[in-house]
């Protein structure tokens, strides 16, 4: 059974930074994704990072120059570090992990929360 447990979250004042991490265990297989989703209040999830096995990464608009992912295959751990952190930051972050080749199992882990005030 696949799980994922963050750690990391927290609060800070505007333009502070947070490292947040995950860990996935129970995955049998090594080409997949792994990332971060956020939810705001009122908002739908959306997309922060993801990193592939490869090491290819994709940033949402919003966090490009700000955020930096990486990920051990290895330990099959994803971290995401959060410089010049905004109030829009805010929000709960979701580590996933999704298999890259059909069926494409998605699974997420519990959510942590960030909070940025000024």
């Known amino acids: 059974q696949v799980h994922l447990v963050e750690s990391g979250g927290g609060s800070v004042q505007t333009g502070g930074s947070l490292t947040l991490s995950c860990l996935a265990s129970g995955i049998g297989y090594t080409n997949f994704v792994m990332g971060w989703y956020r939810q705001a209040p009122g908002k739908q999830r959306e997309l922060v990072a993801s990193?592939?096995?490869?090491?290819?990464?994709n940033y949402a608009d919003s966090v490009e120059g700000r955020f930096t992912i990486s990920r051990d295959n290895r330990k099959n751990t994803v971290s995401m570090q959060m410089n010049d952190l905004k109030s829009e930051d805010t929000g709960v972050y979701y580590c996933?992990?999704?298999?890259?080749?059909?069926?494409?199992?998605?699974?997420w882990g519990q959510g942590t929360q960030v909070t940025v005030s000024s």
């Open positions: 996933y992990t999704r298999r890259v080749v059909t069926p494409t199992f998605l699974y």
């Open positions: 990193v592939t096995s490869g090491g290819t990464t």
